[in-house]
């Protein structure tokens, strides 16, 4: 069973659309995270979640909303998309908020904005 | 803030050779490392990390790293490098919050036969 999963793997679409990226864990983790990974493969943290409360909220423009239904996903939805959104997206989750957790990876999804 | 640089962006070796890849850390306290490793159109994968106990620290696939305090750095190495091994090598040091990690620029590792 994949630890981390992420929908879809692969996402194309216009500029100005909102789009949806869906992100699961199956291994009993309090918290969670997204990262933008750019063209020149630089990974930059975006949010994080503990146990569905907001603990991290980087400088994240506002069309980028998280949401967290319960602790085992943690979605995130991109509204007026925009070129530079383009990029791949790792969700992660580690078993608590502790700093020293290893971070468990999803496959990422790469995101292109036509 | 606590930051790490990866010196290198590019590095090709020979199968069989040593493995070296270079990460200095910036830190205010104590830092907590990591190295993560990206194969191709995946996500990333621990190979080891730093949580000052030993400063040899061994992890998966064969790579180790050493921290020096005096030198600021946390280079991750390998005695002999497979074909296997060619993949993207980042270098992560705990965040000013405590809850994240920041990235180094990464490193993308070449294995030549």
């Known amino acids: 069973d994949t630890a981390v999963s992420q929908t879809p793997k692969y996402l194309v679409t216009q500029m100005g659309n909102d789009k949806s990226i869906k992100c699961e864990q199956n291994l009993g983790h309090d918290t969670m995270y997204w990262y933008k990974q750019d063209s020149k493969k630089f990974l930059k943290i975006m949010f994080s979640?503990?146990?569905?409360?907001?603990?991290i909220n980087e400088t994240v423009p506002n069309r980028f909303s998280p949401k967290s239904p319960d602790k085992a996903h943690l979605n995130l939805h991109i509204n007026s998309l925009e070129l530079g959104d383009s990029a791949v997206y790792f969700c992660?989750?580690?078993?608590?908020?502790?700093?020293?957790?290893?971070?468990?990876f999803g496959p990422g999804t790469r995101l292109t904005v036509l | 803030a606590q930051s790490v640089t990866q010196l290198g962006s590019h590095v090709s070796v020979s199968e069989g050779a040593l493995v070296l890849l270079r990460c200095n850390y910036s830190s205010s306290v104590p830092p907590y490392l990591f190295w993560y490793v990206q194969y191709p159109n995946q996500g990333l994968q621990l190979l080891l990390k730093y949580t000052s106990a030993a400063t040899l620290v061994k992890g998966i696939n064969g790579f180790e790293a050493e921290f020096k305090k005096s030198e600021t750095s946390f280079h991750l190495t390998k005695p002999s490098a497979h074909m296997s091994d060619a993949a993207e090598y980042f270098c992560a040091v705990v965040s000013n919050s405590g809850y994240a990690l920041n990235f180094g620029k990464g490193t993308s590792l070449l294995v030549t036969p």
């Open positions: 979640y503990n146990n569905k409360e907001l603990i």
């Open positions: 992660a989750s580690t078993r608590d908020r502790g700093f020293t957790d290893t971070q468990y």
